[in-house]
């Protein structure tokens, strides 16, 4: 009976040790292109982030991006108090947001990967095609006498916050601004009421989004004219990608990954890899201006 205990023994510890080694086998690394981390989102950018991860995880069969998305305002608490130390936004951060990681003295790296355009869109019917920079700005600050309405996706978005810092208020006026919910019911409300203008990313404008798309034939963007004595002063500029490379048109956002991880990992492997050529050249194609412009290379056929 002895020798028949000490056996199921030594057979319990040689199972218990062949399944340690199973799961040490079945655990990723934590690489720059392994592992797993997680990415808050500027929702106004969700849509290029989606094609980016798709493409980055196709390289990498063992990285796994997870993304949190949602308004600027929503999303940034958990970045600043370290929840999620990564994030994408349209601005660097501010000396206050920077607090928590200056204490645990974990460096932060903020990398450019695109540049946004916000595009102003009316009514298909609208016979007006073009806004100036100062319009714009005299309806933020509610002393507009032209009778243009500005329509925004909503009341804590990046896009609403880059117009007020513009036109440096602090609140909207009580007319002239209106909020919705998303980006998809501006160009629906916009569409079907021919006196509003519509803000919203470019992105929006140009993706396969089912929901609108019986909607994008009845809107067209506006020519924005900027302040005098600012580049794109001399015309009116749509938000074409030419136009948001050259920095003609007046309403450009950088797009910015900020990793605050503290570590070279997943993280670090993926803001670099929105700057590699396969990176810029899903922005390029996404139609907002990317970082860097990619070399073309010719092959010169000798045909004599």
Not at 83 to 111: C, F
Not at 242 to 259: A, D, E, H, Q, T
């Amino acid at each position: 009976m002895k020798r028949f205990s000490i056996g199921l023994i030594v057979l319990a510890l040689l199972i218990g040790v062949g399944c340690r080694k199973k799961a040490k086998k079945n655990v990723i690394a934590e690489t720059r292109t392994s592992g797993k981390t997680t990415l808050l989102v500027d929702e106004s950018f969700a849509r290029i982030l989606d094609d980016q991860i798709m493409v980055f995880k196709s390289d990498y069969p063992d990285a796994t991006v997870k993304t949190i998305t949602g308004n600027e305002n929503k999303i940034l608490p958990d970045f600043i108090n370290g929840k999620v130390p990564m994030i994408i936004l349209s601005r660097m951060l501010k000396p206050g947001e920077e607090a928590y990681y200056k204490r645990k003295q974990i460096p932060i790296y903020t990398d450019r990967f695109a540049i946004d355009g916000i595009a102003l869109i009316t009514s298909a019917d609208n016979i007006d095609t073009t806004i100036t920079v100062n319009e714009v700005l005299d309806i933020l600050k509610g002393t507009s006498t032209s009778g243009k309405q500005l329509v925004f996706d909503n009341a804590y978005s990046s896009t609403i916050r880059y117009f007020t810092d513009s036109a440096k208020v602090k609140t909207l006026p009580k007319q002239g601004v209106y909020t919705l919910q998303s980006n998809n019911e501006v160009i629906k409300y916009v569409a079907e009421h021919p006196t509003y203008i519509g803000v919203v990313g470019v992105n929006w404008l140009l993706e396969s989004n089912k929901d609108i798309l019986s909607y994008l034939p009845k809107v067209k963007t506006m020519g924005v004219k900027n302040l005098k004595g600012k580049k794109g002063d001399d015309a009116y500029y749509k938000p074409t990608q030419n136009n948001l490379i050259n920095g003609v048109y007046p309403f450009l956002r950088n797009v910015y990954l900020i990793n605050a991880e503290g570590r070279d990992g997943l993280g670090t492997g993926f803001a670099n890899w929105l700057n590699s050529p396969r990176g810029q050249l899903i922005v390029l194609k996404s139609g907002l201006g990317p970082h860097k412009m990619l070399a073309r290379e010719f092959n010169i056929k000798n045909t004599k």
